[in-house]
Nanobody
Framework: QVQLVESGGGLVQAGGSLRLSCAAS????????MGWFRQAPGKEREFLAA????????YYADSVKGRFTISRDNAKYTVYLQMNSLKPEDTAVYYC??????????????????WGQGTQVTVSS
């Protein structure tokens, strides 16, 4: 069982940066595949980034590639999402997610077993 708690959201002006953190509990974090998603009002939950347990592989959605960076610190049981050059369309609730087995569909919400409660990110123009 993995419990996830996101933090670091807030209000930022367009062009600004935020770093989200996701603290995990449970002994399996270092072997878990982690992902970040977001959901804007009236829209489906959208894949942003994923990272393998040892951080050898990272995957990004085209919409955030070059602006967002996923990383993890297994010693701290934490995964991060560094967000730069933020745009108003990045406004959403951001979620981290975890799964304990490899899945080729890392971009799918169905591939993840555990979810955090979300943190709000608002980008003003």
């Amino acid at each position: 069982q993995v419990q996830l708690v996101e933090s670091g959201g807030g209000l930022v002006q367009a062009g600004g940066s935020l770093r989200l953190s996701c603290a995990a509990s449970g002994r399996t974090f270092s072997s878990s595949h982690m992902g970040w998603f977001r959901q804007a009002p009236g829209k489906e939950r959208e894949f942003l980034a994923a990272i393998t347990p040892s951080a050898i592989a990272k995957y990004y959605a085209d919409s955030v590639k070059g602006r967002f960076t996923i990383s993890r610190d297994n010693a701290k049981y934490t995964v991060y999402l560094q967000m730069n050059s933020l745009k108003p369309e990045d406004t959403a609730v951001y979620y981290c997610a975890a799964r304990e087995t490899f899945s080729s569909d890392y971009y799918s919400t169905a591939a993840y077993s555990y979810w955090g409660q979300g943190t709000q990110v608002t980008v003003s123009s």
